[in-house]
């Protein structure tokens, strides 16, 4: 079953949001020719609905698709302004492509101090998130490769994607992983979750509590399993920013060592992709997770 599970979240990352009755039997590769790359087209002109002019947003998307999701990294990669990429984030925002994730970071010269120039240089940039997997997959792996795929040749796309997906699904992963804390701490009235980042680090699970708590996390898609080394990279990335979690919680691909599940307890809570099975296998129509049938 947990491979059945891994399948599942590889073909989610692809194929989430749309809809679609997947047959996940069929190998990955011949799924995307078939339901993606043969109805280019079509696909590409109701994502053009979406995003109203290819042109103006298409390099945008693909930047923040492919990079690290920041707004001020994705301008400089494709070229946009402050100003004219911040108009190209509300449209998109406004038309359900796009929303927001806030950092948290704490303006550096608050109290009106004198800062190193470094420190004077360092930019605070919030990040922006897909609506769907499925948005994020076609600017990450299909958009880029238009002039391929309307030529039929789709060996480029497929060869990039086999380079790359593994990488892809990390972020998907960490999306899952999000909700499935939300869904194990539902009792303690979680007030906000997400990502951390700032100039020192970036951590992938935050969340707070309405009484203050804080729940921390890091996500693994590796294709073994996690040992204690993980945990103590991210006590360390705790104590660089001062944070004292009520509970840390790690996601992994492929389970654990048998020294750092040992050491679970109520503080410690460890979740592979066997602790997946009930949100993917028994959702609501209503939730970004349908459409998948089994053969």
Known sequence: MIHDIEKLIEYFSIFGGLGWNIDIDMPLEELIKKEILDNFVTLHNQILELTTDELQYAKLLTSLARGDRRIFSAFNKSGFTNMSGGLSLKHLQNTGVLEAEYSREEPLNKDGQKLKREDARHRISHKMRFTSPFLRFWFSFISPKR????AGNYEPVLDNFRQHFQAFIGYTFEELSNEMLLMKFSSLNILESGSYWDRHV????????????????????????INKKELNKLIDKCEKVSFNPEYITLFA???????????QDE????????????????????????????G
Do not use: P
């Open 147 to 150: 002039k391929y795929i309307e």
């Open 202 to 225: 970036e951590i992938d699970l935050f969340a707070t509590t309405l009484d203050n708590k804080l729940i921390l996390g890091e996500c693994k898609w590796k294709n073994h399993k």
């Open 253 to 263: 691909k492929r389970g654990f060592s048998k020294e750092l599940l040992s050491m």
């Open 267 to 294: 503080k410690l809570r460890l979740y592979s992709c066997e602790s997946f099975e009930d949100m993917l296998l028994n959702v609501s129509e209503d939730d970004l997770i349908i459409g998948f049938v089994r």
